[in-house]
Nanobody, 126 residues
């Protein structure tokens, strides 16, 4: 099983980044998937969630209207994207994708989602 993130980097405030998470090794097309982030000295928090088919989404208040989650349920690899626009310095964090069959696990982090990526750093400078 692999969840591999890419697309992180450094960007000036107001800019955009697109994160990708390629998930393979399970039938991830049937899994809830989401993006978490953790900033230095802060607890991990959910950013966005996608239902198995991408029709249902959730966003934290901090990113609503600026971030968009989407997914491509290809046969062997499911890719989940996080389009991040109008980035702010407070968006600086390590972003990780997660997957679970239980919605609440991804939506709240409880229970802890079963599958995680390794994380990708996003740095927004002013």
């Amino acid at each position: 099983v692999q969840l591999v993130e890419s697309g992180g980097g450094s960007v000036q405030a107001g800019g955009s980044l697109r994160l990708s998470c390629a998930a393979s090794g399970r039938t991830f097309s049937t899994y809830i998937m989401g993006w978490f982030r953790q900033a230095p000295g802060k607890e991990r928090e959910i950013v966005a969630v996608s239902s198995w088919d991408g029709e249902g989404t959730y966003y934290s208040d901090d990113v609503k209207g600026r971030f968009t989650i989407s997914r491509d349920n290809a046969e062997n690899t499911v890719t989940v994207y996080l389009q991040m626009n109008s980035l702010k310095p407070e968006d600086t964090a390590v972003y990780s994708c997660a997957a679970d069959r239980i919605y609440s696990a991804v939506r709240t982090g409880t229970p802890v989602p079963v599958y995680w990526g390794q994380g990708t750093q996003v740095t927004v400078f002013s």
